[in-house]
């Protein structure tokens, strides 16, 4: 049924709809729903990944969450949880029954079930943890226990774990013999005596040695052992910057604790670029579509106010040359155009240093080296747009001096827009203050100061 909807559809929904749920399974899912028909919702549901499931919860009504989920509950997946996004997975594991939902979260590994069960409060937890076999269950409370967003809540207790003076031929045995191996798995962690671990083995070696080979002699250039206090961002960046696919997590006295895979601290590196964008923006970091609308407006109105703040300020600027602006309202007009740009190209800049912060391309080191560059980047562009708006504005109101003064105000408007927009987020950085939360207001505002009191103060000067 799926291919002759797909054969329906035209070149441009095909394009479109890549990687994402046709309109016409959602469509027909909701028709099920509608009917309260469980075989033809699970026949629709059936081939679709839990991931593609989660977006269709995300994207349908409260309401219809609620009779979906209801209706499809015996096939209902653990993995759909640890998939959804937490403003909804609540709502979803209430509409769940309590056998279902215990079913569903059993099939999980242990840091998909500290995903889960960390932002819940007590008696969600102890609804989830209830459900959890006792070893299991003590796995994901031995994992709260560590900080919050920290490796060892981000990482899965199930390891594979060999003596360092073990063949090729031990560790085949082993897995081949044990019943409890994780459903997913790139290394063989080998580990000393003391359960210390002293390097990794990709399977794909084991496979393709002889038996007798000793693994030790397979082992990884690339080691890296991650504390399971370290900060979860830290994680993530390490497995970007060297290229991990998975890393033993350890504790205080450096024993083997557990392991952390590359879908988890991708996961982690993409919530980051989502917090950091979401920041930039000036909206909540948890904001999503599904918030109602009092939340929505809550999480936006901060920043909102410090932006009337800075607002006022660049009014007053506005305000000390109003007897300027009286005496020529070709001013006026051009005072938009002026503080524009500059507020552009502050974005532009302040965009490539925050996201330098965060990948640590942008250091103590060529700090300097990077102000310049920025301020130079601004001077060029401030001298060809500077010279496109005077010969604009010579045109326009036939004053030499006003497209001179223009041209001027727009050189200085750029530097100083490429100044604030590299140092105010690596002094906000330097202060230990999160450059993508608060550099955006501070810039607006030395770009808007300072493009009004250059324009506004030079046309005194000279045309007055």
Known sequence: MTEDIDQDLPDSDHEEAAYSLDRRTVAAILGAVEAGDRAQLTEWMEPLHPADIADLLEQISASDRRRLVQLYDREFDGDILSELDESIREEVIAA????????????LDSDDV?????????????VILGALEDADRVAVQQALSYPEYSAGRLMQRETIAAPEHWTVGDAIDFMRNSTELPEQFYHVILVDPRMHPVGNVTLGKIMAAYRAT???????DMFQVIPATQDEADVAYAFNQYHLISAPVVDDEGRLVG???????????????????MRLAGVHEESSLSDTIFEAAKGRALWLFVNLLTAILASLVI??????????????????????MGGNAGTQTMTVAVRALATRDLTAQNAMRVVVREM????????????????????????PMLAAVIGLAMLLTQISAALGGIVIPMFLDRM?????????????????????????????WILL
Do not use: C, Y
């Open 214 to 220: 000793p693994l030790r002699d397979l082992v990884e």
């Open 96 to 107: 769940l029954h309590p056998e279902i939902l215990a079913d569903a979260v059993r099939d």
């Open 114 to 126: 500290v995903d889960l069960v960390e932002d819940m409060d007590a008696p969600q937890q102890a």
């Open 432 to 460: 230990k203050i999160d450059p993508a939360l608060a550099s955006g207001p501070f810039v607006t505002t030395i770009t808007d100061v300072v493009g009004f009191f250059a324009f506004l103060g030079l046309a005194s």
């Open 319 to 340: 305000d000390m040359f109003a007897e300027t602006i009286n005496q020529m309202v070709a001013l006026a007009v051009l005072m938009p155009i002026v503080a524009s």
């Open 376 to 399: 130079s980047v601004g001077a060029l562009n401030g001298l060809v747009f500077g010279l496109l708006m005077a010969l604009v504005a010579g045109f326009w109101f036939g004053v």
């Open 259 to 277: 392991v952390i895979t590359i879908d988890d601290a991708m996961s982690v590196l993409d919530e980051e670029h989502e917090e950091d964008i």
